[in-house]
Structures are given as structure tokens and as C-alpha cells.
Nanobody, 127 residues
């Protein structure tokens, strides 16, 4: 059973940056593909980015964040990061990190494919 704890959210002006962190415990972190999702008020949870478990750390991004957000991982620290630059008001949401139910999964971007979720961290971008 994997536990995930996010941090790093906050209030930032448009054009600013934030770095989210997610610390994992209870599983072999280096064997898991990890994902970031977000949910804005009144909207469904949506995929943001994912990084594979493989040594190369392949990444995949939603079109809305491509070129602005970067996902990375530090297996020695059991941590996955989301660096968010050039933030826009429409990036305002609760951000969640997630892991699939089994290790060695390919990169996936559907919420139903992830079994483990953190509690979320609020990101608010003011205009």
C-alpha cells in the first residue's frame, strides 16, 4: 500500500513559478510510474504529467502544460516533482500526485488507471 504526500502549493501571480513535491512511502518507488493530476472547482480531475519508472524516465504531458511544466523524480528520495513555470490563472486547481496499482506500468494518463492518490495541494494563480 503506497502513501503519497504532496507539498509546495500556494498563491502565485500569473507568470510566476512553483515546484510541487510528492513523497512516497510503502512501496518500491523506483518501480512505479508516477503521475500528476489537477482538479479545478466544478471540473473533473484531469491529467497533467507522468514519468515512467524506467531508467530514462520518459515523460508525458497534457497539451495545456507542455513547455511550461516539467515532471521529474529522485528515486533516492522517493520523491516526484512538478516544476510549474509561466503559470496562468487557468492553472488554479488542487494538484494530486498518483501511482498506479502495480509497478512497472507504462505511462498512463487516465485517472481510473491510478490507484494511489495523495491528499492534494492547492495552487492558486492570480491575474
Amino acid at each position: 500500500q503506497m502513501q503519497l504526500v504532496e507539498s509546495g502549493g500556494g498563491l502565485v501571480q500569473a507568470g510566476g513559478s512553483l515546484r510541487l513535491s510528492c513523497v512516497a512511502s510503502g512501496g518500491t518507488f523506483s518501480s512505479y510510474t508516477m503521475g500528476w493530476f489537477r482538479q479545478a472547482p466544478g471540473k473533473e480531475r484531469e491529467f497533467v504529467a507522468a514519468i515512467s519508472w524506467t531508467g530514462g524516465g520518459s515523460t508525458y504531458y497534457a497539451d495545456s502544460v507542455k513547455g511550461r511544466f516539467t515532471i521529474s523524480r529522485d528515486n533516492a528520495k522517493n520523491t516526484v516533482y512538478l516544476q510549474m513555470n509561466s503559470l496562468k490563472p487557468e492553472d488554479t486547481a488542487v494538484y494530486y500526485c498518483a501511482a498506479p496499482g502495480a509497478p512497472y506500468s507504462r505511462i498512463i494518463h487516465t485517472t481510473t488507471s491510478y490507484n494511489y492518490w495523495g491528499q492534494g495541494t492547492q495552487v492558486t494563480v492570480s491575474s
